[in-house]
T-cell receptor, first 112, second 112 residues
Framework: AQSVTQPDIHITVSEGASLELRCNYS??????LFWYVQSPGQGLQLLLK????DTLVQGIKGFEAEFKRSQSSFNLRKPSVHWSDAAEYFC??????????WGAGTKLIIKP | DSGVTQTPKHLITATGQRVTLRCSPR?????VYWYQQSLDQGLQFLIQ???????AKGNILERFSAQQFPDLHSELNLSSLELGDSALYFC???????????FGNGTRLTVT
């Protein structure tokens, strides 16, 4: 069955520290991969996407993600988090028709 | 600002009632998607329209229906409302080819 797993419901990181949010998927073929961020009271905003090519993709707000086919993972990273990064982060996978399968989300809490 | 407009922002209604949620996609986007986000179910795809025609259905209840009008705005109709329908309802639109989804800020529905 197709699925997306974000194993961490909450993650707490100190401001200025590095961040890695995990995303594992189960999918029949190489999917399109996405990370979205949702701030409180807001809709989801695309951070980055992977379709093909270089497995390390750069996104907005200093985020990057690496596609690892052997591990069926697409982890999101940021070298130094800012208080404004506090939000919920969603990983999604899907086919080209954009019927995305969404992870349950990881809530990022920033410690001052 | 994603360019996707949803109205109203909040809706409070009683069980058994019917409501209509409205979405205006980004200028030029032909595809509109509806999602439901609740605490227990996460983000669930409901239905997709493309240029006025239904393109795909997800976990949409029979009590729910949607349409996309010639001016490309879309409406999601929820009827015989139950307490469990309380959720955030998001609309997203997408341009051609590999364009990503752009989400509105959602309508928060509370059924009492």
């Amino acid at each position: 069955a197709q699925s997306v797993t974000q194993p961490d419901i909450h993650i707490t990181v100190s401001e200025g520290a590095s961040l890695e949010l995990r995303c594992n998927y189960s999918y029949g073929a190489t999917p399109y991969l996405f990370w979205y961020v949702q701030s409180p009271g807001q809709g989801l905003q695309l951070l980055l996407k992977y379709f093909s090519g270089d497995t390390l993709v750069q996104g907005i707000k200093g985020f990057e993600a690496e596609f690892k086919r052997s591990q069926s993972s697409f982890n999101l990273r940021k070298p130094s988090v800012h208080w404004s990064d506090a939000a919920e982060y969603f990983c999604a996978v899907g086919a080209s028709n954009y019927q995305l399968i969404w992870g349950a989300g990881t809530k990022l809490i920033i410690k001052p | 600002d994603s360019g996707v407009t949803q109205t109203p922002k909040h809706l409070i209604t009683a069980t058994g009632q019917r409501v209509t949620l409205r979405c205006s996609p980004r200028s030029g986007d032909l595809s509109v998607y509806w999602y439901q986000q609740s605490l227990d179910q996460g983000l669930q795809f409901l239905i997709q329209y493309y240029n006025g025609e239904e393109r795909a259905k997800g976990n949409i209840l029979e009590r729910f229906s949607a349409q996309q009008f010639p001016d490309l705005h879309s409406e999601l109709n929820l009827s015989s409302l139950e307490l469990g329908d309380s959720a955030l309802y998001f609309c997203a639109s997408r341009g051609p080819n590999n364009s990503p989804l752009h989400f509105g800020n959602g309508t928060r529905l509370t059924v009492t």
